[in-house]
């Protein structure tokens, strides 16, 4: 898989950027999706959520 192989290459440096020092699990976007289905979410219209860490708060 072509990003497989740019992943191994960059994770380092992905790594370093990353206030949590982690890659993103699937468990880090299902919280989101399952907030955004649930009833909480019922006032939130035309929100962008990001899901990454911190980095864009870099």
Do not use: K, Q
């Not at 790594?15 to 006032?43: H, K, T």
Request: with cysteine; glycine share 8%; charged share 20%.
């Amino acid at each position: 898989d072509m990003m497989a192989a740019t992943l191994e290459e960059r994770e380092d440096e992905y790594l370093a950027r990353n206030p949590l020092g982690r890659l993103c699990e699937p468990s880090d976007i299902a919280g989101v999706a399952l907030f955004l289905a649930s009833a909480a979410s019922a006032y939130t219209t035309g929100a962008v959520i990001p899901c990454d860490g911190g980095v864009a708060d870099l």
